[in-house]
């Protein structure tokens, strides 16, 4: 699945060159100022933002500060464009939040390179996310929002395991926010559904109790919030490519032969 672009600038003919450009690798959404940006926003999944700074109504600046001080956008990478090409307007933007600032003119080889390069690094962040959910210590977070929003979701899936109802309702309150706007940032950072997020956890849990061997496989169900075992079996065969009596068959053999 194609990654999504929003490009951002007052000039149409700016849109559509650099549209032309990145449309052949990336889903591209365009935007003549920030107010529609916002909008877009607001309703699709945005993996990168690409924004010109001069423009009429609420600059580029502008824009750059509001998103990263917005928990719901902050982990959004921005690219700033601008022809104002000086050493204290490229520290402004930095100093704002901005993860690449380009001059104009630029060539669209660098725009490619430095899209794909922020593109990876989130890439290597959901991976990482979705393969070690409670390895907050070596998370490779690409900013603090990020690293505190993960610490704060995953200590509270943690502490209500248990509970059968947990889910993306109760989740995105917790997290003070919307339904659509939770299940966006999750995406956006894990590369998994909410669901999938709470799915993973628990049969990582699982394992972890099975393998300290004090439980039947129906009380380790019921420790990490499955009331159905058949369901408990089939999410822990999803992620680990053995039923948990089987899981725990190997970990005995492998405890005799060592």
Known sequence: MK?????????????????EILSETYEVRTALNATDALQVLQTEVIHLIISDVMMPGMDGFALCDLLKKNIDYCHIPVILLTAKNSFRSKIEGLEIGADAYIGKPFSPELLLVQVANLLKNRS????HAANAPFDHLHLPVQSKSDEQ????????????MRDTNLNIDLLADYMGMSRPTFYRRVKAVTNLSPKELVDQARVKKAAELIAENDLKIFQVANKVGYTSQSVFGQNFQKYFK???????ALLKAKLTTE
Do not use: A, W
Not at 3 to 19: A, N, P, R, Y
Not at 124 to 127: L, Q, V
């Open 3 to 19: 990654e999504t672009l929003l490009i951002i600038d007052d000039q149409e003919d700016i849109l559509h060159f650099l549209d």
């Open 124 to 127: 290597k962040i959901r991976e």
């Open 149 to 160: 929003f993960l610490d704060k979701l995953y200590k509270h899936i943690h502490d209500h």
């Open 242 to 248: 053995h039923s948990p009596r089987e899981y725990m």
